[in-house]
């Protein structure tokens, strides 16, 4: 089965600019979590949607934001970038959650200038 | 504040011998950990679960235990090969949010031919 496609894999924005990315799950995944990933700071908790829900939001700030549809494919927003957004930018799906292990994709590279 | 550590120095092993990385927590008792694997550039690939009531768990080459007297869990890979360099993270759920993990900073483990 094909498994969760991120994309683009690569993006440079300028500074101020704003960013969409998007995520498609494994087919019957519902839910969708989102992380950043630097070299500092590890995986950061971004949001979580379940049913085209938020369920759980990480401590972000309101520039970022997402939203799920009713096909559990999902897009995250950046407006006004800075240059700490750069970072690999994760999407993971589940069945329900995260007992069972998520699976990720393989990020989009997003590098502000 | 809940956290979970893991060595952030390189692992050096030579290959054939038990590769075995750390992950302690602290602040929170989780009822489960997960381990995954992350390659350069790639999002991170489940391995395995281990659930709080579970002292020890194996698939094929890996064994993961989870102590909750010391707030552990170890990972290993027996018989290791260069194949298996790369980042292992740990990570579990928040205390107040099942779907929410926390991760540890990942431990880069390079196998020596």
């Known amino acids: 089965k094909a498994g969760v496609t991120q994309t683009p894999r690569y993006l440079i924005k300028t500074r101020g600019q704003q960013v969409t990315l998007s995520c498609s799950p494994i087919s019957g995944h519902r839910s969708v979590s989102w992380y950043q990933q630097t070299p500092g700071q590890g995986l950061q908790f971004l949001f979580e949607?379940?049913?085209?829900?938020?369920?759980n939001k990480g401590n972000f700030p309101g520039r970022f934001s997402g939203r799920q549809f009713s096909n559990s494919r999902s897009e995250m927003n950046v407006s006004t970038l800075e240059l700490g957004d750069s970072a690999l930018y994760l999407c993971?799906?589940?069945?329900?959650?995260?007992?069972?292990?998520?699976?990720f994709g393989s990020g989009t590279r997003l590098t502000v200038v | 504040s809940q956290k979970i550590e893991q060595n952030s120095e390189a692992l050096n092993i030579q290959e054939g011998k038990t590769a075995t990385l750390t992950c302690n927590y602290t602040?929170?008792?989780?009822?489960?950990l997960q381990w995954y694997r992350q390659d350069p550039g790639r999002g991170p690939v489940f391995l395995l679960l281990i659930r709080e009531n579970e002292k020890e768990k194996r698939k094929e080459r890996l064994k993961v235990t989870f102590d909750t007297t010391l707030k552990q869990s170890l990972f290993h890979i027996t018989a290791s090969q260069p194949a298996d360099s790369a980042t292992y993270l740990c990570a579990s759920p928040r205390g107040d949010s099942n779907y929410q993990l926390i991760w540890g900073a990942g431990t880069k483990l390079i196998i020596k031919p």
């Open positions: 993971a799906s589940s069945l329900d959650g995260t007992v069972q292990g998520y699976t």
């Open positions: 949607y379940f049913s085209e829900t938020q369920r």
């Open positions: 602040n929170y008792s989780p009822a489960y």
